[in-house]
T-cell receptor
Framework: DTAVSQTPKYLVTQMGNDKSIKCEQN?????MYWYKQDSKKFLKIMFSYNNKELIINETVPNRFSPKSPDKAHLNLHINSLELGDSAVYFC?????????FGPGTRLTVT | AQSVTQLGSHVSVSEGALVLLRCNYSSSVPPYLFWYVQYPNQGLQLLLKYTSAATLVKGINGFEAEFKKSETSFHLTKPSAHMSDAAEYFC???????????????FGQGTILTVHP
């Protein structure tokens, strides 16, 4: 009965690789987000989609490309991974302005 | 633009003592305000939220927060700390569901709460 789920939970990869993180919500929400939590635990929004349409792109490098195939899914693809991309990535969804967060994906780039 | 400042990156209390975590915000529009808790290696769980109704908001696990517009504050309190309250707490602000940012949250830097026996 997980409301917002992400896969994988852990992702270890080398610099230069391309990787994807998947997110699904079963809450029927219209809006989905990706947030990044850095090594100092600071949380910052990356993207927001509303009904599959990109509405927020917070000056994220274009190596990051979100894709929303339908309202319940928002995936994050990252090209040419860099050491600085190591972080925990949280997916979230909301309806009425209160985000529900997924469990996070810990990405480690070596 | 919106911003949040959490005063004190670490707060330590004894079990049974009052918990007070401070949050001040800046917003050019009426804000929505949130407190989330993050346990180690877990996601963010909503504790409580203020969405322009009652200024004293009660949340889960005995926590509450009071919205004070004049002080631009939204401090989180709990009368009696429990060992299980040890976690990191994040205050966040948004311009609400009807705002132009579709509920985007701006977070504070977090406060780690330690509870001593």
């Amino acid at each position: 009965d997980t409301a917002v789920s992400q896969t994988p939970k852990y992702l270890v990869t080398q610099m230069g690789n391309d990787k994807s993180i998947k997110c699904e919500q079963n809450l029927g929400h219209d809006t989905m987000y990706w947030y990044k939590q850095d090594s100092k635990k600071f949380l910052k929004i990356m993207f927001s989609y509303n009904n599959k349409e990109l509405i927020i792109n917070e000056t994220v490098p274009n190596r990051f490309s979100p894709k929303s195939p339908d309202k319940a899914h928002l995936n994050l693809h990252i090209n040419s991974l860099e050491l600085g991309d190591s972080a925990v990535y949280f997916c979230a969804s909301s309806q009425g302005g209160t985000p529900t967060f997924g469990p996070g994906t810990r990405l480690t780039v070596t | 633009a919106q911003s949040v400042t959490q005063l004190g990156s670490h707060v330590s209390v004894s079990e049974g003592a009052l918990v007070l975590l401070r949050c001040n915000y800046s917003s050019s529009v009426p804000p929505y305000l949130f407190w989330y808790v993050q346990y180690p290696n877990q996601g963010l769980q909503l504790l409580l939220k203020y969405t322009s109704a009652a200024t004293l908001v009660k949340g889960i696990n005995g926590f509450e927060a009071e919205f004070k517009k004049s002080e631009t504050s939204f401090h989180l309190t709990k009368p009696s700390a429990h060992m299980s309250d040890a976690a990191e707490y994040f205050c966040a602000v948004s311009d609400g569901a009807g705002g132009t940012s579709y509920g985007k949250l701006t977070f504070g830097q977090g406060t780690i709460l330690t509870v001593h026996p």
